[in-house]
């Protein structure tokens, strides 16, 4: 079963306006991670969190992590169109040696 | 050198074809993994090796056959498919299984099941 549902599923933004996605997730964690596939490719890690930290912040993208809630947020700020991508949180349901995909959002970055 | 390498990117397979797919890295990985994706959904994980042994079998029925011939290399055989198993099959590796950390991920093989 998912470990991970994101919200929204889909989000269009104009160029340099901010993105915001929420991941939920239903077991104890040691990380959470987040990636970005273009369309019909492969996955690239954008950023890990531990689960001892609340906040990671990599040159735009910004992520908070609360375990109290079972939930993260990445935030892209300044987006360009280049961002336009599916954006997976994934984590290790609960310790194990998988890591799990969430549900994923959609961005569409409109010049 | 920070690559997976999967080979073939597209596939199209008869449903009583006999094929494989194959994925490298050469970073010193010792985890590899299997993932399957269907359009517009997130990758599902199939297979996890642990220094080439198979350590997470995720209830893959037995038409797909994984082997890791050694540390640099995961194959996944196919056999009796059916238009199902149409999907994006990504490979991954890290640098070890335990704790999970960041997995690097080929750009897949297209499979199409006629």
């Known amino acids: 079963s998912q470990q991970g549902e994101e919200d929204p599923q889909a989000l269009s933004i104009q160029e340099g306006e901010n993105a915001t996605m929420n991941c939920s997730y239903k077991?104890?964690?040691?990380?959470l991670q987040w990636y970005r596939q273009n369309s019909g490719r492969g996955l690239v890690h954008l950023i890990l969190?531990?689960?001892?930290?609340r906040e990671k912040h990599s040159g735009r993208l910004r992520v908070t992590l609360d375990t109290s809630k079972k939930s993260s947020s990445l935030l892209i700020t300044a987006s360009r169109a280049a961002d336009t991508a599916s954006y997976f949180c994934?984590?290790?349901?609960?310790?194990?040696?998988?890591?799990?995909f969430g549900t994923g959002t959609r961005l569409q970055v409109f010049p | 050198d920070t690559e997976v390498t999967q080979t073939p990117k597209h596939l199209v397979m008869g449903m009583t074809n006999k094929k494989s797919l194959k994925c490298e890295q050469h970073?010193?990985?010792?985890?590899m993994y299997w993932y399957k994706q269907k359009a517009k959904k997130p990758p599902e994980l199939m297979f996890v090796?642990?220094?080439?042994?198979?350590?997470i079998n995720e209830s893959v029925p037995s038409r797909f056959s994984p082997e890791c011939p050694n540390s640099s290399l995961l194959n996944l055989h196919l056999h009796a498919l059916q238009p199902e198993d149409s999907a994006l099959y990504l490979c991954?590796?890290?640098?070890?299984?335990?704790?999970?950390?960041?997995?690097?991920f080929g750009e897949g093989s297209r499979l199409t099941v006629l």
């Open positions: 090796y642990s220094y080439e042994k198979l350590s």
């Open positions: 077991t104890s964690i040691n990380n």
């Open positions: 970073m010193g990985h010792r985890a």
């Open positions: 991954a590796s890290s640098q070890e299984v335990v704790n999970t950390g960041e997995l690097f």
């Open positions: 969190i531990r689960s001892n930290e």
């Open positions: 994934a984590t290790d349901a609960g310790g194990t040696d998988k890591l799990i």
